[in-house]
């Protein structure tokens, strides 16, 4: 099955798709393969990140609402930062 794609352009230093083309030769892909797979992959780091910190605001909240003190909030959420 093909997953849906759209088109987007993008302005690149030369040098950045010098690098980018040199990368792809080697491993045998397309250009476009090569920065699809970049993307995905720090877009799903990234989107990682951004759902902690939802995570970490919702549980901050929730806390608070249950009127756990502030220093006993910071302290749990620092318990689960690394």
Do not use: G
């Amino acid at each position: 099955m093909t997953e849906k794609t759209m088109i987007a352009t993008f302005n690149l230093p030369v040098e950045l798709m010098t690098h980018i083309k040199d990368i792809a030769a080697h491993r045998k892909i397309s250009d476009q393969e090569l920065v699809a797979a970049y993307l995905k992959e720090c877009a799903d780091r990234d989107l990682q990140k951004v759902k902690w910190c939802d995570f970490v605001s919702q549980t901050k909240d929730l806390l608070h609402q249950h009127k756990v003190p502030a220093e006993a909030i910071d302290e749990i959420i620092d318990k689960f930062s690394y």
